[in-house]
């Protein structure tokens, strides 16, 4: 959720100013056009190749598995570069190619943790909140204001729905009898992270798994 940070960025700089679209936009069509920038961004992988099919394969495996409304719309885009999974829209998910090259448990995990922003219904949840403090139309004299207050109710909702999604991902990996270790193994590929303004770090998102182990298994370094 990169992007939130650079919603921020728009904030600070104006979005009336920034954005020339007329009639001014509300606050969530920005974030939409802001997510819709990311995904024109992105370099597609080979759809055909072996590698992009193996990642689609995974993706609808777990759609197989998943009941829920938001999953009618849901849509995969395999990609190459930085991005390693990301979801955008609400329901665009994006993932990286590299994700074939690793244990499928560990691609189902991090598959289902996009699927779990969907599933749960992230996008609405947020949009909800800027709409809160920027109700009207985006205009820097109002969105200077309360830039700081929106970002930190934004941060802690985006943290909280880092955590829901994880729990979302270890319940689907459970239910298709997949061993736990996978989470710790994905953790370990993405590298260790420090706590950022839209992601909590490693350590808090292990420790949040581990508090829920109800079954008796574990996620356990
Ligand atoms: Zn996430």
Redesign the pocket.
Known sequence: ?RWLLMMWMILACGAARCEDARPTPDIVEVLRVSHQKQLDAMTPADAASPRALKVRESFEKLLRGLKGPALSKVELRVVRGDIVGE?LQGRIVVANVALADLPEGERIFILA??LG?VVLDHWSQMGLVYAKWVPGPVEQQHTDAIADRLGRDASALAYR??FE?DAFALSTLRALDLPDQHVLAAFMTLGWRNDTAT?PGTRKRLSALRALAPDGRSVQP
């Open positions: 959720m979801t943790h996009e922003h729905q880092e999604a992601h």
